[in-house]
């Protein structure tokens, strides 16, 4: 009967079965990596985001208080405009 497992060079299935392990050994660094990664990323995105909103907050407010300006602006030339109004058909 035939040997079924042919010879092989033990310093082959050294190198095979130390590769393995160090494949095995790598798992939990390149998971925690994966972690610190996908938590900078996020942190980040918060970030962006704080800043666009705060951008936008500010930009929404500039607008109100031009408004508020022209509001007070607008009310104050219809007053002069209706003094002026009865000033000169008081003349007439």
Do not use: F, H, R, W
Request: charged share 10%; glycine share 6%.
């Amino acid at each position: 009967m035939a040997n079924p497992d042919p010879p092989v060079n033990p310093q082959i299935t050294d190198a095979v079965t130390q590769t393995n392990v160090k494949v095995v050994a790598d798992g939990p660094a390149v998971a925690t990596n994966n972690l610190y990664q996908a938590t900078a990323n996020a942190l980040s995105l918060a970030a962006q985001n704080a800043t666009a909103i705060q951008q936008n907050g500010a930009t929404v407010l500039q607008a109100a208080t031009v408004m508020g300006v022209t509001t007070l602006y607008g009310i104050d030339t219809a007053s002069t405009a209706d003094g002026i109004t009865e000033i000169l058909e008081a003349v007439q």
